[in-house]
């Protein structure tokens, strides 16, 4: 029997604000049974560390959920560490300086994980040379709003594939590292709101190491939670889109003054031509096409818009729509 170095659990809690409580009860209840059923594997009892903003969220409110959600029968150090102040990125970066055990696994507040996700992201990690092992991450296509996010959003429809491959990026939602690599190389500082993983994947990189994505290893994530959540995300994802145009491309590589307006017919013609390909697997007959589209058009345009004023007063974008 295979026995795994011992695991801390950290689980950023800012997504949860946004999505249904059910959604973060659903993961608490997934990680925790996957836990226990892999009790006798770990070399010490896992650790969990819940990271959250107590001026956002009350912690004595918090541990109780927690507790209620959470399978008695998984062996686990449980620990509701305060972040004052401290956003997405910051409370990751927060929860491995807090950590105690020699391996790291990164899951969201408001995604739930399938049938031995964790088991799989473990064996990958055993078995990879890459510094990050990454898992799937897809929106679960359950009503006529899931269904057109999952073809036309950032997070790729679900796949049925198993085998690991190299890639230049991760999703910060659903991935596994050494404690020490991450220490040495944490998301790093930026204004970026939530493309940092895309940078650190970068950075990475350029140094000789290697991603690399288990497909097997699924978490569901939600679409954006009403008209508010969809117009914050969408423009964010524009003043993202420009930030990282302008931390990741080299300076002499000088874009045009549209590169906005190209950006987005670019996201268009792919959201487009996935919907065309993905609708009758998701089974979206012609108004379902035509719904999906609509979506499509509506958020990247507002992605252009957010694309387009950053430049111009990225704090006040970054104030006014941070997600």
């Known amino acids: 029997m295979t026995r795994y170095p011992g695991l801390s659990v950290i689980m950023e809690w800012e997504n949860a604000k946004l999505a249904e409580a059910d959604r973060a009860a659903g993961m608490l209840e997934c990680v925790s049974g996957q836990i226990a059923a892999l009790a006798d594997r770990f070399a010490d009892p896992a650790e969990i560390l819940i990271l959250h903003d107590p001026e956002a969220i009350d912690s004595s409110a918090l541990k109780q959920f927690v507790d209620s959600a959470w399978n008695p029968e998984a062996r686990a150090e449980i620990r509701i560490e305060a972040a004052h102040d401290l956003e997405y990125y910051e409370q990751k970066n927060l929860g491995a300086t807090l950590a105690t055990r020699p391996w790291l696994c990164f899951i969201d507040s408001d995604v739930v994980p399938e049938e031995a996700w964790l088991e799989t992201l473990l064996e990958a990690r055993r078995t990879s040379n890459a510094v990050i092992v990454g898992g799937q991450t897809y929106v679960e296509p359950v009503s006529l709003l899931d269904r057109a996010f999952a073809l036309f959003w950032f997070f790729p ?147 252009m818009i957010g694309h387009t004023v950053s430049p111009l007063a990225p704090s006040l974008v970054r104030r006014a729509f941070n997600v």
Not at 161 to 176: K, Q
Not at 193 to 213: F, H, M, P, S, W
């Open 157 to 303: 429809p679900r796949s049925p594939a198993t085998e690991a491959f190299e890639s230049d990026r991760f999703f910060a939602n659903n991935f596994l590292i050494e404690r020490e690599t991450f220490l040495r190389a944490p998301f790093p500082d930026s204004d970026l709101v939530r493309g940092r993983c895309y940078v650190l994947a970068d950075q990475l990189r350029k140094t000789g190491e290697q991603i690399e994505i288990c497909p097997a290893a699924r978490v569901s994530h939600p679409p954006p939670n009403g008209l508010g959540h969809f117009l914050k995300r969408a423009v964010i994802d524009g003043h993202d889109a420009w930030l990282m145009d302008q931390t990741l491309r080299p300076q002499s590589d000088p874009r045009p003054s549209l590169f906005p307006l190209r950006k987005a017919k670019w996201n268009l013609s792919g959201a487009f031509r996935r919907i065309d390909e993905g609708a009758d697997g998701m089974k979206l007959g012609a108004r379902g096409r035509l719904v999906a589209k609509g979506l499509a058009t509506t958020y990247y345009g507002l992605s």
